[in-house]
């Protein structure tokens, strides 16, 4: 039975343009299960999912890399790469000292949002909150590049923007860090941008998309 978005506390800043879309639930918070039945085909042609509900939170500091080290994160060797986790999450290294961690949807986002309870200051390594500062989208499929470079001026097609990659730069004159990490075979950027910005912004994707037939879909299209 689909739920309604009014039954959480926590709402993604565009969940008003989901419409009827079928919901699921991530802590006190929700996310887009599926619009239509049988998305798949559309996440591998070009797809847009909200995922601004998935716990990310950031960590900064000349002692930030040795305490994820500890807590069992593999980190990116240098700025501007992201490490996919073995539990289905991701880190990305924004520069020497600063790093993005972004949950997984394995385990609903559990276990960076613990990251972000037990954080407590000791030596040079300070908390970044991400939930309330960025909105979290995922463009999906074999056109994510086509659509990105009618937005923005970085050339993300794979031969230029391998897996891992990270780029923090403007897209449709906001600006936005962008990640290239697959899901399986299935083309992946995820696109973090001001959460102030996520309505208009998703709104510019989709008009993007539309050339290559595009869509929003759920998380039930992912592999």
């Known amino acids: 039975m689909n739920i309604q978005a009014e039954h959480f506390s926590e709402r993604s800043p565009i969940h008003t343009l989901h419409g009827a879309a079928q919901l699921g639930r991530i802590g006190n918070s929700c996310v887009v299960n599926a619009y239509t039945d049988d998305e798949a085909a559309a996440a591998a042609r070009c797809g847009l999912l ?54 997984s949807l394995l385990d609903a986002g ?11 200051l000791d030596g040079a390594n300070y908390l970044l909150p991400r939930q309330d500062s960025h909105a979290w989208l995922l463009l999906t499929g074999e ?21 891992g ?16 990490l697959p899901q399986g075979e299935l083309p992946c950027l995820h696109i973090l941008c001001d959460r102030a910005s996520a309505h ?3 709104g510019a994707l989709l008009d993007a998309m539309q050339e290559f037939g595009g869509q929003p879909v759920g998380i039930d299209a992912l592999p």
């Open 50 to 103: 909200d995922l601004s509900n998935l716990p990310r939170v950031g960590f900064r500091g000349t002692a930030a890399a040795s305490y994820l080290g500890l807590r069992g994160y593999v980190l990116p060797e240098a700025p501007n790469q992201a490490q996919a986790q073995v539990d289905g999450g991701a880190v990305l290294r924004l520069s020497q000292t600063e790093y993005l961690l972004l949950g």
């Open 110 to 120: 559990a276990r960076i949002a613990e990251e972000e309870r037990s954080w407590h």
């Open 200 to 202: 208009y912004f998703w």
């Open 143 to 163: 056109h994510c590049a086509e659509v990105m470079a009618k937005l923005c001026g970085v050339d993300l097609r794979s031969q230029a923007f391998p897996v």
């Open 165 to 180: 990659a990270v780029a923090q730069t403007s897209a449709a004159r906001i600006n936005v860090i962008v990640a290239n």
